[in-house]
């Protein structure tokens, strides 16, 4: 097989690998197996070795000594820490769409929220947790700077799957969201960058609390 | 050879190949030649091509279709992005310092600026370059988050060798960093993080400011 090939062969592998990481096929913790990955993609070892050294040096996975690629799972530490991250990064970003973005682009983060009424539905549940997620997305891509941008996509700090069950009700976040597409629409980078900021560890001490009613006994 | 060894020859390459690019041996926008890499650290193409993959999904080399890999450059866009990512995650780590650090932390970045008298000679801007770097990953360090520590090692965005020359003079970044050292003291987390993104984004709107005079004609 030509070495072209062989390039092209690692980019559908990579990307097909880390969709299975984003849907949960392969969930945290799980070994690799590549026989299997090989049989199921039907390719060569040749990729499948390739795309997993990349998700290794972008965090999907874990390389252990002797034992093989791991799909990355996160110690309740690691996930303080995500939020952390996730304010760090994303108050940037909306401060700098603050500075960037076009009108119609903050037209169009005024819209993700438009439309629900409280108490949700099911349907409507679901339709506010993917308006959350296009809402932080958006904020990232009209903020101009592409490696934040970058980040967002080839990082496993960044991974959606990894959050579920972790974030606070639409009831808590809806006016949150709503003050910052207030202070985007003022074009007020300070403001809405704090907000973003409280918006992630307010998530983050939510965790927290829930992780000491888990381990009675902990001070 | 065993997987053992290669795993472990690897991680010595890699470690080896990362150094060569934070050192300028290996410049950016240099391509990697794996013959050269092969004789010159004496070992087989089989751990390099690991190392290469691995230091790709980290953002240190780039690998282009049909040519192999090259050593990350940043264009002017990414270096503004660069200063604006610095900001977010550091800003991150100085709230987080005042949350977390001891109190014997606290004291060694206190430290890290003591004893700077102005003008600088050679000798005093050399330890003032250091102090900057040392003060700037302590606080990461210290923040207790231990994505940032990680993103901050393995991460291309934070090479230093690419800021050579970016950045702005003591004399400008001295008080900056006592004032954010005063709010450390006093555990100001709101305060500390303002003061840590406006000192990126200070570095930024005058690395801006340089791009702007050596295009002239350009609005």
Chains 1, 2 share one sequence.
Request: proline fraction near 4%.
């Amino acid at each position: 097989m030509s070495k072209i090939e062989n390039k092209i062969l690692t980019d559908l592998v990579y990307e097909k690998l880390k969709a299975m990481i984003d849907d949960g096929v392969l969930t945290p913790g799980e070994k690799i197996n590549k026989l299997d990955l090989s049989r199921l993609l039907g390719v060569s070892q040749t990729p499948i070795n390739d795309a997993l050294s990349r998700l290794a040096g972008e965090k999907f996975l874990e390389q252990r000594s002797r034992q093989g690629y791991y799909v990355r799972a996160f110690t309740d530490e690691e996930l303080v820490a995500l939020f952390e991250m996730r304010g760090a990064l994303e108050g940037m970003a909306i401060r700098l769409c603050c500075e960037n973005a076009t009108d119609e682009q903050l037209k169009e983060l005024s819209r993700c929220f438009e439309g629900f009424s409280f108490p949700l539905d099911e349907k409507g549940y679901q339709e506010y947790v993917h308006a959350d997620k296009t809402f932080h997305e958006k904020l990232i891509r009209y903020s101009g700077n592409p490696i934040l941008w970058e980040l967002s996509r080839t990082s496993g700090y960044m991974i959606k799957s990894n959050m579920k069950g972790l974030t606070r009700p639409p009831e808590e976040t809806y006016p949150e969201h709503l003050a910052m597409i207030k202070a985007l629409q003022n074009r007020n980078g300070d403001e809405a960058q704090q907000m973003m900021i409280q918006h992630h560890l307010r998530s983050r001490n939510v965790f927290r609390a829930k992780l000491k009613q888990k381990e009675p006994g902990t001070p």
